[in-house]
């Protein structure tokens, strides 16, 4: 038996809530009122619409109807999260929040909210 080592490909973002350079993305689908405006970079794109990357948008009241997981880390900015018959939660700098597939409510970003996320 030989001894091998396997290389694995990484991308490393330092500081990615000081990250300057993210593509347009256009308005937010989700607005719910007045036009947010989107941000991004995609870290990875997998099957069935599955993604990471960071997602930056600013103020505004949005709906959301999940059809997939996803897993949020809020870099900076802040929002409110209120799921459908639910309490609404406060969500800022630092908070990591998974919301399952199926989750409907809203989301009030307070201001330009960024966040790292995982589509799964």
């Not at 870290?43 to 599955?50: F, H, T, Y």
Request: include cysteine; charged fraction near 20%.
């Amino acid at each position: 038996m030989t001894n091998k080592t396997a290389s694995i490909s990484a991308q490393l973002i330092r500081d990615a809530g000081n990250m300057g350079e993210l593509d347009d993305w256009g308005p937010c689908p989700e607005a719910a009122g007045q036009k947010m405006d989107t941000r991004g970079s995609y870290l990875w794109k997998g099957e069935n619409g599955a993604e990471a990357g960071i997602w930056e948008c600013t103020e505004g009241h949005s709906r959301w109807v999940l059809e997939t997981n996803e897993f949020v880390h809020v870099l900076s900015g802040s929002m409110t999260i209120t799921p459908d018959g639910g309490e609404p939660e406060f969500v800022g700098p630092g908070d990591t929040v998974f919301i399952p597939r199926g989750w409907s409510g809203n989301w009030e970003l307070h201001e330009t909210l960024r966040k790292l996320y995982v589509i799964f």
